[in-house]
């Protein structure tokens, strides 16, 4: 049963590109998360997909957007890339339920270095 | 707004010795706590959870958590720490916003965790 997968697994990018990461989740999953973790910081909330719509967001600028697919899949894109986006991009999947007490399940991350 | 703290940046144990990593959390309404582990390069992994019922919560690779309501803490507990749990290690709080299940989780900044043999 395979867990969380992300592709690419690192990418170097120069400021003001795009960028489009990309994340499928474990096997009976339908709920995707991104989370961005700075250096020696832990994970931030950046936004959540669920039936193709964009659940809940935090606190990430417009260029910051992302897409469900049918087969909950899932995309993170980043445009007008900034130093400050160079990171650890992380994506979760979980089942939804009205209880939130099923745990997240992460994969291993696409490292972004802006040059 | 919920949130956790994790006051130790680091904590340092010899092999064999009990080990504790320190939460406290602030959150409104009852509380779905988590611990999470981070190896070198790799995404988080789940340690254990807490929703509610016994307030010592067993989890993976040996690590319990003690919930502990009057102190707003959720500690993390090995009786032995091996070489191996040497990672960082987060706690979190799942955010439950009014009726919606969409539940984004918020963590702490993370504990670097180093065991010595």
């Known amino acids: 049963d395979a867990g969380v997968t992300q592709s690419p697994t690192h990418l170097i990018k120069t400021r003001g590109q795009q960028v489009t990461l990309r994340c499928s989740p474990k096997?009976?999953?339908?709920?995707v998360s991104w989370y961005q973790q700075a250096l020696g910081q832990g994970p931030q909330f950046i936004f959540q997909y669920y039936e193709e719509e964009e659940r809940q967001r935090g606190n990430f600028p417009d260029r910051f957007s992302g897409h469900q697919f049918p087969n909950y899949s899932s995309e993170l894109n980043v445009n007008a890339l900034l130093l400050g986006d160079s990171a650890l991009y992380l994506c979760?999947?979980?089942?939804?339920?009205?209880?939130?007490?099923?745990?997240?399940?992460f994969g291993d991350g696409t490292r972004l270095s802006i040059l | 707004a919920q949130s956790v703290a994790q006051p130790e940046d680091q904590v340092n144990v010899a092999e064999g010795n009990p080990l504790t990593v320190k939460c406290t959390y602030s959150?409104?309404?009852?509380?779905?706590l988590f611990w999470y582990v981070q190896y070198p390069n790799r995404g988080l992994q789940f340690l254990l959870k807490?929703?509610?019922?016994?307030?010592l919560v067993k989890g993976s690779y040996g690590f319990e958590a003690e919930f502990n309501k009057s102190q707003t803490s959720f500690h993390l507990k090995k009786p032995s720490a091996l070489v191996s749990d040497s990672a960082l290690y987060f706690c979190a709080v799942r955010d439950i916003p009014g009726y919606s299940s969409a539940s984004k989780i918020i963590f702490g900044s993370g504990t670097r965790l180093s065991i010595r043999p």
């Open positions: 096997s009976g999953h339908d709920t």
């Open positions: 959150v409104s309404g009852n509380p779905y």
């Open positions: 979760a999947s979980s089942i939804t339920g009205g209880t939130g007490n099923q745990p997240q399940h």
């Open positions: 807490y929703i509610t019922g016994d307030n």
